[in-house]
């Protein structure tokens, strides 16, 4: 993550959820490396067209630069084998536009999130750490020095002159680890990572509609928070920034969720219909050890498909704002949450077409699955919310787990002898008639957030989405108004009403509008055919995006500032949904075959 200001200030690696070797956003003292002018600037960002490498233009009153910043690839990877051999560098270049521009560079490595001052060496142009689990070896085409393990740099750049920085980590096991790429050949292999990018985006460029261009940056973000060596699908790069300032909302977005990467998955077919699919069903499968049974099949992963995401705090970190607890690890792993069989089957339904014959094992497999929510849907569960409450019958749980069957039932003719036709429709069915009766409340005419319950839940938006009811029927037609009218906070849609003694979640403080409710709201507005209110509040909503165009996972209202872990999986697979359910009304060519049918 980087800062307007040229300093990037989060950073993990080797993997996404790798302890921080730059942690500034938590904590000013828990490490950073900018590079910067020495004076008065004013700025502008933007990502090189086509890629997810950022461009920061610094103007000062002498001159200006540019700053080009890039993780890299395997030198050479293009399309679908992007990330396969990833070198895990850091690549940093400076390049003069105008005049002559003075510049600083500060180099502060803190590994394990700010708790270790490393023994950092200086070694020519550049330096090396030494201990623990975050070894790196620097580069820099300008003289440094390092003190007080912080490498330093004053220097100048002409109009036309590049200057370069290179970073790249290496396991504590390797005796005579690679070096950093030369400083003279950062620009080149900027340019390498470049058209990397452009190759993957030319290779899956299929969405076409009003909203092209807000679709294709949304999927390149998709991209970049998948983990290649795996297929895993992270629901955001960053823990513990919080849903409110100063509260305890604060988790570790940094793992793999059925839920987050099933709809990331759906977004990408209609964005930009991509290889991952196969790599995604064969990490849940294997994570899962081949079954759905209980205590096998989790809500969420490692990205490497570890199972003990044990939550603990760090409390050597102030937090972002002086809001902590900074969390590292996931409670929710061991929690029942009955949605996971329908976004897991829908996804493989999706893709079925791409995943081809299936093996044997995947058959089994997805059986396995429809099995289960056949016969857990009447449980109670912590919901998709992951509600840290006492568990209640979620009425998006019981619908999910109908998506769960009804898309086995779809599945069949593919699983050969594992296939459960009749036995599948009954259950659906039977889950149907019981969300139809016990899910409706008749004083908010709405379909409520659980069995018997008056409470409202956005999650309930998702029932056009999946196809259970048409966004056009009375009563879903009812729900959605109720929501947009109760369920809202200035026009932005709440997961549900937090309130002392009600949907009680088990945390204190509030949060703010969720960004990918409000999304889901534009698409059921669209099906509805109400698509000038739908691409009003699309427009709004994009209208919160930064400068980059990404979006984090919450919004409070009433300063427009984002809120929770940046940037969220969610809200870009939000604003893909929407944008297409808005493009089929008005343009009726946007994208391929929709994902709820």
Not at 318 to 346: I, T
Not at 443 to 469: C, H, I, N, T, W
Not at 577 to 594: E, H, L, R, V
Request: charged residues 25%; proline residues 5%; hydrophobic residues 40%.
């Amino acid at each position: 993550m980087v800062a307007r200001d040229g300093s990037i200030d989060w950073l993990c690696i080797p993997r996404y959820d790798s302890p921080a070797l730059f942690s500034r956003i938590l904590d000013p003292d828990a490490g950073h490396w900018s590079i910067r002018p020495a004076g008065s600037f004013t700025v502008e960002r933007r990502y090189v067209p086509g890629t997810l490498v950022i461009e920061t233009t610094f103007t000062t009153d002498t001159g200006s630069v540019r700053l080009l910043d890039a993780m890299a690839f395997g030198e050479g990877e293009r399309k679908h084998e992007l990330g396969l051999a990833a070198p895990h560098e850091v690549l940093r270049a400076v390049e003069g536009i105008s005049g002559r521009t003075q510049l600083e560079m500060e180099l502060a490595p803190r590994p394990e999130y700010g708790l270790v001052r490393p023994l950092f060496r200086q070694q020519d142009r550049g330096g090396r750490t030494f201990g623990g689990p975050n070894r790196i070896a620097v580069r820099a085409g300008a003289p440094v020095k390092v003190r007080d393990a912080t490498m330093r740099a004053s220097f100048e750049v002409d109009q036309g002159e590049t200057v370069g920085f290179s970073l790249r980590w290496y396991p504590p096991e390797e005796a005579n680890p690679a070096s950093a790429t030369d400083p003279t050949q950062v620009l080149q292999r900027i340019g390498d990572v470049i058209e990397a990018w452009r190759s993957w985006e030319a290779e899956h460029d299929i969405y076409e509609g009003p909203h092209k261009e807000l679709v294709r940056a949304s999927a390149r973000v998709l991209k970049g928070l998948t983990y290649r060596p795996t297929g895993a699908i992270i629901a955001a790069p960053t823990t513990s920034l919080p849903e409110s300032v100063g509260g305890e909302r604060n988790w570790d977005y940094r793992f793999s969720w059925i839920r987050d990467s099933s709809l990331t998955l759906e977004a990408l077919y209609i964005a930009a219909c991509p290889d991952e699919a196969e790599e995604f069903v064969s990490f849940m499968t294997s994570s899962a050890g081949g079954h759905a049974g209980e205590g096998s099949l989790q809500i969420m992963y490692g990205i490497g498909g570890e199972h003990d995401l044990s939550e603990r705090s760090l409390t050597h970190l102030r937090g972002w704002r002086d809001s902590a607890p900074v969390r590292v690890g996931n409670g929710a792993w061991h929690q029942v949450q009955l949605d996971v069989y329908g976004e897991l089957l829908n996804s493989m339904y999706v893709y079925r077409e791409r995943l081809g014959e299936l093996h044997p094992e995947i058959q089994a497999f997805v059986a396995d699955l429809a099995d289960a929510a056949a016969r857990r849907w009447r449980e109670a569960d912590a919901g998709m919310w992951e509600m840290r409450g006492e568990p209640g019958h979620h009425l998006s749980s019981k619908v999910l787990c109908w998506v769960a069957l009804d898309r086995a039932v779809k599945l069949a003719p593919a699983l050969g002898a594992h296939g459960k036709v009749d036995e599948w429709a009954a259950a659906r069915d039977e889950i149907r008639e019981a969300v139809l009766e016990r899910g409706w409340s008749e004083k908010r005419q709405a379909y409520a957030q659980s069995f018997d319950s008056d409470e409202l839940d956005a999650a309930q938006l998702l029932m056009p989405v999946y196809g259970f009811l048409p966004a056009t029927d009375q009563r879903m037609r009812s729900t959605i108004e109720a929501i947009a009218r109760e369920l809202t906070d200035d026009g932005l849609v709440l997961r549900y009403r937090n309130e002392k003694g009600l949907n009680a979640d088990g945390l204190a403080g509030e949060e703010g509008a969720f960004v990918i409710c409000s999304f889901w709201l534009v698409a059921c507005l669209a099906e509805a055919s109400e698509v000038v209110r739908a691409e009003r509040l699309f427009d709004r909503l994009t209208g919160y995006t930064n400068d980059l165009g990404l979006l984090a996972e919450e919004i409070d209202v009433a300063s427009g500032e984002q809120l929770g872990n940046y940037p969220q999986a969610f809200s870009h697979v939000g604003l893909i949904n929407a944008a297409y359910a808005i493009d089929k009304q008005t343009a009726g060519n946007a994208g391929p075959t929709s994902t709820s049918s």
